[in-house]
């Protein structure tokens, strides 16, 4: 009977001891940037909770080494997608431009452009080099809008090798807007639920935090790139 306990105990220990390193195996790992901004006088906004510790907070429960960074550059912006996992701003948009910086016009983040100074393009960048990045999420206006003059931030994301990334086609909300990323985070942590499925719980779950026609706005997004991802892995 003792043998049978001790041959138990030790079987038990195995199996604790293979759950641990599964879940390990399992958890998410590398930066997680949140660009915000807070401006006042001309264009004045707050997209602060964007990057709340409730958010974060999700972020580092997958195993995310995660930050938010206040009216960043978008020369700084631009130089740490590179080495990011995922990549967030909620900013100030309009096709093919993210507004970025201290103050509206201070700096700007292209898709296509030869702007200098603090302004940056995605299209500099080298070849396949987003392709470790997991996610990018371009939380602005009109920000999956193709402009003839800047071209597409989600599609060139996506073509400097970005596994998804997710823009807007619409005017967003800014509350509205920076719950439905919360909501998002909240599902990918919390239920292990693929890119796609966090998408339709941020959808449903914003209903109630705003109007319909924000929530509508919402829905109306580009999309690219491997939807069925898993964050928290």
Not at 37 to 48: E, F, R
Not at 79 to 92: G, L, Q
């Amino acid at each position: 009977m003792k043998s049978c306990i001790k041959h138990l105990s030790i079987a038990l220990v195995i199996v604790f001891l293979f759950s641990l390193v599964s879940v390990s195996s399992l958890a998410a790992s590398g930066k997680a940037y949140i660009f915000t901004i807070n401006w006042t006088g001309t264009g004045a906004i707050d997209t602060t909770a964007a990057g709340s510790e409730e958010v974060l907070r999700h972020l580092w429960n997958m195993g995310y080494d995660a930050g938010m960074y206040l009216n960043n550059s978008a020369s700084e912006g631009y130089s740490v997608m590179p080495n990011s996992k995922i990549w967030v701003i909620s900013s100030h948009g309009e096709p093919g431009v993210l507004h970025m910086g201290g103050s509206f016009g201070a700096s700007e983040l292209y898709a296509d452009s030869t702007a200098g100074g603090t302004n940056r393009s995605l299209s500099n960048l080298a070849t396949s080099s987003l392709s470790g990045v997991r996610l990018v999420m371009f939380s602005a206006c009109y920000s999956g809008v193709t402009s003839g003059e800047y071209g597409n931030l989600v599609s060139m994301a996506r073509n400097k090798g970005a596994q998804c990334v997710v823009g807007w086609n619409d005017a967003l909300r800014n509350s509205t807007s920076n719950e439905w990323i919360r909501l998002f985070f909240e599902e990918a942590n919390q239920a292990h639920e693929p890119i796609w499925e966090c998408f339709n719980y941020a959808d449903y779950w914003s209903s109630y935090f705003g109007p319909s026609y924000a929530v509508e706005d919402l829905k109306n997004r580009h999309e690219q790139g491997n939807i069925a991802l898993y964050l928290y892995q």
